[in-house]
């Protein structure tokens, strides 16, 4: 097993930071590090985030992003660059390199709080997350033609449970959040439903946190819509390098393009499951300062 899968496990069983960070590299000045549990837009944000740093090296009408997957310009640590190989070479990666995770922030390595790298989170409400998850996760099995299949109900039960993948909800949130709340130029906390309603706001929000500001000039002349728009949900889903083929992972690139609603869980869990998740999620975020 790999140091960092390594740490996964560990922080499952203890939390323990492992001191050591990407086991065969350091973490740069400029690395930028965006963390989620899954199915809370890793998707968008890498592609908001890669747009956002690479807007002066190509055109955006050019930009990467119309012909390759989010997730191959913005890999996984644990699924893509470490995965089966326990040295990946990171350092002929251009800067700023952009990396992702769903470790939880208690198993980030210390050396990404000794270097000035930045973390970007997005979270979203777990309602919504929930019915995502069991969408890929029923879909997978489906693909695969694999015995496995999960109904709603399992899920949700391994939700409140907190026996899923990365951990419970509740932990890695509140992780993340209490982070960007100690250290705000070190973590910055988005949600999805912000985003949703104010993408241009929270773009540019974004772009001067990773040190990307937009000029004024830039800003007068719809470099922030541009930027929004080519990494819109409408847009992206549509590019046929997100609509066939698969990642080296063997998911199919479409299938992180579902639907993208805010609420779209009011199709899918009966009152009392929504219940069920509220009354958890109230109790586990009391008194945090979040809310969803
Ligand atoms: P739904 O299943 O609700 O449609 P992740 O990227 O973390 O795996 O999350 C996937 C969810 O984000 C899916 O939600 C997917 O449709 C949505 N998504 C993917 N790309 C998006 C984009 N550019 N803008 C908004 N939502 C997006």
Known sequence: MN?????LV?????????????????PQETDLILATYPKSGTTWLKALIFAIVTRTTYPLTENPLLFNSPHELVPFLEFGLYHNNPSPDLEGI??????STHMPYTALPTSIFDSKCRVVYICRNPWDQLVSFWHFSTSAAKRWSTEYSISLDETLDMFCRGVISFGPFWDHVL????ASQGMPNKVLFLKYEDLKEDIMGQTKLLAQ???FPFSV???G?????????????ENLKELEVNKTGKLSSGRDKSAFFRKAEVGDWSNYLTPPMAEKMKKL???KFEGSGLMF
Do not use: D
């Open 3 to 7: 140091g960092l899968m390594n740490t």
């Open 10 to 26: 560990m922080s499952h069983l203890g939390h323990n930071r492992l001191s050591t960070a990407f086991p065969t590299s350091q």
């Open 94 to 99: 251009p800067k700023p390199r952009i990396f």
């Open 175 to 178: 992780g993340y959040w209490k």
């Open 209 to 211: 946190f990773l040190g």
């Open 217 to 219: 000039e830039e800003e």
């Open 221 to 233: 002349g719809g470099v922030v819509e541009e930027v929004s728009r080519l990494c819109s949900f």
């Open 281 to 283: 999620i109230q109790e």
